[in-house]
């Protein structure tokens, strides 16, 4: 089987040191990443780990636009914890996800960034456009400075809606299967 007839994709990008994982991705490569992963529009699992990767909201927008195109996904694994996306593109992200039509398993990390309410609130208008979302592993932040109390609020109450027994608040994360 070659790459362009694969269904399922699992990448995860570091240099290793001989004392520490160091991470240089950056913008040009998550945007060359973006377009190779792009045309495998037949994908129905992927799991992407760039964390520590220097990944700013043009390499996030870059690859959101690229995630958007994979409209036979149903399964979602995005790490991006621990680089540089602020709200734009968090909400990039938001936008192009949001048009998976058979997405059913997100796993979102994106602790560690900038993300304020602005951006969580664009994850919460997402998951609210999910049709069949059925599982949801979410870490927005956890740099609680940065975070309002308004985007936790906004994430929670769409969680809330959505699972049994409610959602959580700063640093959400939602396991459990989700009911419509």
């Known amino acids: 089987m070659t790459l362009q007839n694969a269904d399922r994709l699992v990448l995860k990008t570091w240099m290793r040191s001989t004392t520490t994982t160091v991470h240089y991705l950056g913008v040009k490569g998550s945007k060359a990443l973006a377009e190779n992963v792009g045309p495998l529009v037949q994908l129905k ?3 992407i780990d760039l964390e520590c990767n220097f990944i700013n909201d043009a390499g996030c927008t870059a690859l959101a ?5 994979l409209v036979q996904l ?13 709200n734009g593109g968090c909400t990039a992200l938001a936008v192009h996800l949001s048009g998976l039509p058979r997405l059913e398993s997100l796993v979102l990390l994106l602790a560690d ?46 969680v809330s809606g959505l699972v049994e027994g409610g959602g959580g608040g700063c640093g959400l994360a939602v396991h459990d299967r989700l009911r419509r």
């Open 65 to 69: 636009e690229k995630l958007g195109d």
């Open 45 to 47: 699992f992927l799991a």
């Open 74 to 86: 149903q399964t979602l694994k995005l790490n991006l914890r621990s680089n540089s996306v602020k």
């Open 113 to 158: 960034n900038g993300i304020s309410a602005e951006g969580c609130k664009a994850v919460a208008n997402m998951i609210s456009r999910l049709p069949h979302l059925t599982s949801l592993a979410l870490e927005l932040t956890r740099m609680r400075d940065i975070l309002h109390e308004e985007g936790c609020i906004a994430v929670a109450k769409t």
